[in-house]
């Protein structure tokens, strides 16, 4: 896939983001991508089967023989992914090359596991592999015809990290290096002290709608002053509304920054009894630990106050960076109108006892306001569904605030694209 250049734009006083972005257009968008059952399986291929995907962190492999596996349900696999005895990484496909039965689980063949191991063993026959996944021992050897164990190894899928991050590309030959793909926006956030942040809050969601339609809902602030009024002091909701500072667009990758993000801003009356307690919410701790010098790529827009950036790294991870702590979500889709949602808080470790309540609020409150977004997820799926195949409604407008949807939906059709016009060159 091509990458462009970042570009920074300053937004004038009259103007538009989109037009910054003349290849995008204006016209009104379709989301059939959203209810067509054969674009989901074209997306398998030309997206989830080729672009890197972040299935993890470091910290869930913090010693020798640390593993975890993820289900790729989109593209129909299972991966172990292991730190080795020299430290490194791998990522293999969770499948014993005996007679092909899943290698790591527990009690429910279709769950994540993890852990840590001396080796890798088959429940069926026996068979172990090393943490390099080569195959070091077969269960009566001896009965086999002409077995090569060196040509049994475990079969190596192609993982990187980046600050931090752990992806794997399922592609035999990925057409780009990892850092090559996140590009100059997402890489520009190196030396962000991530690995700083190992106090976790983890949720996971099945949701009745498809991928795309909940990264929508954080690419876009327009529907904060309707959907979540909780928290929203009336002039913003009955008058210009709730806009953000900064948006960007780097290849297929997308970014918004907001300005003044403090919950302790807005009036008393707007926040929960337990947030002015506490003094934490929505957006985190009031106060957070100094993390000293930030990397360039942190608010690139240069908004003054900063509050929150959200990159939004293709195809289906999203790190929103706040002022101490960090969000991390991730889509899984399981078909073209049911994803898994996944969401880690990440804090720094609490110091005293009102640190871990302030991160314990701050958790409860996010998780709320995340609830209300995925509440309209499968009213959205079911009335899509309903405009395209009932009511003859293909294009919906969007405006000059949802200009990252409308750039994720063109990023993925763009992908999608290029595989239907030469899948093997895609």
Known sequence: MTQTTARQWPKP??????????????????????????????EREAIFKRAWLNVGRLEQLSRTGSYFTKEIEAARTSVIVVRDRDGEIHAFHNVCRHRGNKLMWNEFPRAEVA???RQFTCKYHGWRYDLDGSLNFVQQEGEFFDLDKDDLGLVPVHCDVWAGFVFVNLDPHPRQTLR????????????????????????????????????????????????????IPNPVRTGKG????????????????????????????YMYPIERITRSGLVGPWESPDLGEMPPGLNPGRVEPWGIDNFQIFPNIEILIYRGWYLLYRYWPTSYNSHR?????????ARTVRERIEHEVASVVFKEFALQDAGMLTGTQTALESAYRTAGLTHFPVNDQEILVRHFHQAVADWVGEYRRDPAKA
């Open 115 to 117: 852990g840590t191991c």
């Open 341 to 349: 949602f996944e969401c880690v808080l990440a804090y720094q470790p």
């Open 242 to 269: 709730f806009e953000c500072a900064h948006f960007q667009v780097d290849g297929p990758h997308r970014m918004v920054s907001t300005g003044g993000a403090r919950r302790w801003t807005l009036p008393p009356e």
């Open 13 to 42: 006083a009259e103007g538009s983001w989109t037009r910054h972005y003349p290849d995008l257009g204006t016209s009104p968008i379709s989301f059939e991508d959203s209810v067509s059952p054969e674009f989901f399986e074209l």
């Open 180 to 231: 090559e793909f996140l590009g100059p926006m997402v890489t520009a956030l190196d030396g962000y002290p991530f690995e700083k942040m190992t106090e976790w809050y983890v949720f996971t969601a099945d949701n009745r709608s498809n991928w795309k339609l909940f990264a929508d809902a954080f690419q876009e602030y327009y529907h904060v002053p309707g959907l979540h009024p909780q928290q």
